[in-house]
């Protein structure tokens, strides 16, 4: 899990309780600590060190598929300043420095129902794969899954 709980928590929690969740996900790193601590020996014994580490390599995988299916960007990877971006809802920015989120735009990221958000991430995994493996230069860019307030007045006007 490595620093995923961490980062995350700091800013999926509203301030009221969000010393309950950071307390809650270094509880659970603590926990992964353990879990790996008590079953490193065994796995050696039966897989020899390098069959350890594949095992744990493997549910690494494992993890970071998931993490990518389920959890919600929040860095504003989806809040395109400009509608008229070749890169989609992906890489529209080269420096993010400048991109902020308001707690009501994050209320926006984590009001979206799960299955929608994962249902856009495999849609985005295959556009990444056919424009970037496949080679297919004139694909049509994503469109974003959150706009910004002014950009979503904008669009239903229009």
Request: charged share 20%; with cysteine; proline share 6%.
């Amino acid at each position: 899990m490595g620093p995923v709980p961490f980062a995350y928590s700091a800013e999926a929690f509203p301030m009221h309780v969000r010393d309950v969740g950071m307390s809650w996900a270094t509880a659970t790193t603590w926990c992964f600590n353990f879990i790996i601590s008590f079953t490193f020996p065994a796995l050696r014994t039966a897989f020899t060190s390098q069959g350890a580490f594949g095992w744990y390599a493997g549910w690494c995988i494992i993890l970071w598929i998931l993490v990518i299916l389920f959890l919600p960007e929040t860095k504003g990877r989806f809040f395109p300043k400009d509608k008229g971006n070749k890169m989609g809802s992906y890489f529209n920015h080269a420096d993010f420095s400048d991109i902020e989120l308001t707690l009501e735009e994050l209320d926006q990221v984590f009001s979206v129902p799960t299955w929608k958000h994962t249902s856009y991430e495999i849609k985005s995994c295959v556009w990444h794969v056919r424009r970037y493996i496949f080679f297919q230069k004139d694909m049509e860019p994503l469109p974003p899954l959150f706009y910004r307030g002014t950009e979503k007045e904008k669009m239903s006007q229009s």
